[in-house]
């Protein structure tokens, strides 16, 4: 499967990063990132906690600002232009930890408020889009509920759906499964995996490294905010280079 | 189960125990009354005590009641026809007095021959408000726009309007019944238009007065619309304010005469001192309750904004207004006011006051749903951008519906509280019904010593509408309850 999906790798540049630093106020929570994604790629970003891998991936949708460097998305530079950083954000779709569903919407409007508004698709168009990527997640049936009346790994699904019904061409997971019950977890990474095999773009901050194994072409592992080493998975687990890897890696398999 | 479980390490059950029903002491009302008035020696106490307490208010205060006199013409007449009937030295209630003084409670000094001018705009206003609080909901819109219907026909016939005022108002709530069962949407329209129509059924003078003003909105709207492709969105809502202002101030009036003599068409004018009651207590809260949410929105927004002088400006307003008793306002409306307008203006009082009235509503308001806004998770905000939704729609689609629900029970403390100090105005020589009205009415030697029952007449129709407010705000949470925890 790994080798098949390889073969969708094209030599586009989807996101590029270059020199990049970010503070938050004295502190240097990002340090000299460098990286290129190419159209397709399946990165899996892990490191300890608050290495800053949450805060990079937030970046390229300019969730948060960063202070040096340039980040290029799908040929538009982030800056502080409002229209790049809409038009960038409509081509980014994101999956946060907490979900972030609006409660106050159903499960079909949560879907399809941003094409409504956002690409002005029509209503019944939308509504379409929204049911098809709700069935590709399994839940269609769910369509009219709320937020509030899912389990947990549902609304995930919800909200990988609703990030695919604005059609984009880059997926961001923060943490996907981190707030999950350990039963739910499955569910979510059966998307994800689906997602992959289509070949879509993906960033994926997460510590399922068995996810990591079946569908990265690439794994970055961050410390201190600086990107420490990054390989392709079967060597990045069976053969660190650096103290810092090993030491992680033991850590969260060691059990 | 224990013993078996303490004794041996494994243990299987072989059979799942049936659901029994809970003791006898546990259930039904044996169950509530222990639980609620007899719980423990000094709840025991305390029961008996209340109990006592509303025993002595009610046999204290029952036969006032009982002995209530209707047909009176003064209050010197109602004592002798208590002493008649219930015997020397006993206390009767003497609603006499707003059977014959109702119309002042009601209208103030608003001539009788027009009242059917306000009673009209009260009926109105129940359809305007109908489809903002009951957005498309056909059946409740049907109710409400029906009730407005039978209102009209039997105010409309007791007051004594003119025959065509008759025929065109039910003719335009008949119209607007038939729109509710098409395309309840569309009477959003009538709303809109509204408070045109109310200012000029109440203040009566030129039709082309309200018009000509309405159309100041246009001009804001047109310069927006036209402007915003090429200047942005803020800057050209500014100039729209501004070009709508200068309308207003230097156009209006010029252009409102031209059509009246071109177009007369007038109804009689009312000045402002004959309002009165609870005609001017509803003008006062009914227009600060629609201008004071929006602006209170804006405000709690802009306190919010990375734009420092709209903060700057937001927080201002906000705490200025906050930290001066209304009562301070409403003197600088009927006072200072006047001072800072170029010479000659002459601003309605009543309009000065609502103006203050609707400032100070908003600033309690912007703290309110401040409070709603605090209260919405970040991840509400960052789901919005990450999706693209820009500053505006983002709020409106996203962050608002779910901060205003959140803020359902103080934006409606701030409206019932906005409501009850238009009693306030009293302060400022407006006849308010509480105490303008009520000393008028004491002021007749027939009157002269009546107490309690202007008072309770004008308090039990208070009551009745901020309770109203009230029951529809806990409906509206109910409706809007979607998150299921």
Known sequence: ?255 | MSETHAQTVTYVRDSMLPPAPPPVGERGAVKWLRENLFSSPLNIALTVLGVLIVWWLVSASLPWWLNSVWNASSLGQCREIVAASAGEGATGACWAMVRERWHQFIFGFYPPSEWWRPVLAFGLLFAALAPVLFAGQKRNLTLILGGVLAYLVVTLYLAGAPGVAFALSLLLVAGLLVVAQVAPGRLLWFTLIFPALCFWLLWGGSIWSPIVAMAGFGVLYAVFRFGSPFIGLAPAAGAGVVAAALWWLYIDHAIADRLQAALPFAIEAVRSDLFGGFLLAIVIGVTGIAFSLPIGILLALGRQSDMLIVKTLSVGFIEFIRGVPLITLLFTASLLLQYFLPPGTNFDIILRVIILVTFFAAAYLAEVIRGGLAALPRGQYEAADALGLDYWRAQRLIILPQALKISIPSIVSTFIGLFKDTTLVAFVGLMDPLKGVTQIVRADINWKGIYWEPYIFVGAIFFVICFGMSRYSMYLERKLKTDHR
């Open chain 1, 1 to 255: 499967m790994a080798e098949a999906s390889k073969m969708q790798i094209s030599d586009e540049v989807a996101i590029q990063i270059t020199g990049m630093n970010k503070w938050y106020g004295q502190f240097h929570v990002l340090r000299d990132i460098n990286m290129t994604v190419q159209r397709g790629e399946r990165i899996v970003i892990c490191g300890p906690s608050g290495s800053g891998k949450s805060t990079l991936i937030r970046c390229i949708n300019r969730l948060e600002e960063h202070q040096q460097g340039q980040i290029i998305v799908d040929g538009t530079e982030l800056t502080n232009d409002l229209k790049n950083i809409d038009k960038v954000r409509s081509e980014v779709g994101m999956v946060f930890q907490h979900f972030n569903l609006f409660p106050h919407l159903t499960i079909l409007e949560n879907c399809t408020l941003a094409p409504i508004w956002v690409r002005k698709v029509p209503k019944k168009e939308a509504e379409e889009t929204a049911m098809h990527f709700l069935r590709k997640v399994k839940i269609p049936e769910q369509a009219n509920k709320y937020p509030g009346q899912l389990s947990g790994g549902q609304q995930q699904r919800v909200a990988i759906a609703r990030s695919l019904c604005m059609k984009p061409r880059i997926m961001l997971f923060d943490e996907p499964t981190s707030a999950l019950d350990p039963e739910m977890i499955k569910e979510v990474l059966d998307t994800m995996i689906q997602l992959a095999e289509e070949g879509m773009t993906m960033l994926c901050v997460t510590h399922e490294m068995g996810f990591a194994q079946a569908v990265a072409n690439r794994v970055i592992f961050m410390d201190q905010g600086q990107i420490v080493e990054q390989n392709e998975p079967k060597e990045f687990f069976s053969n660190p280079k650096s103290d810092r890897t090993k030491l992680f890696l033991s850590q969260i398999l060691g059990h």
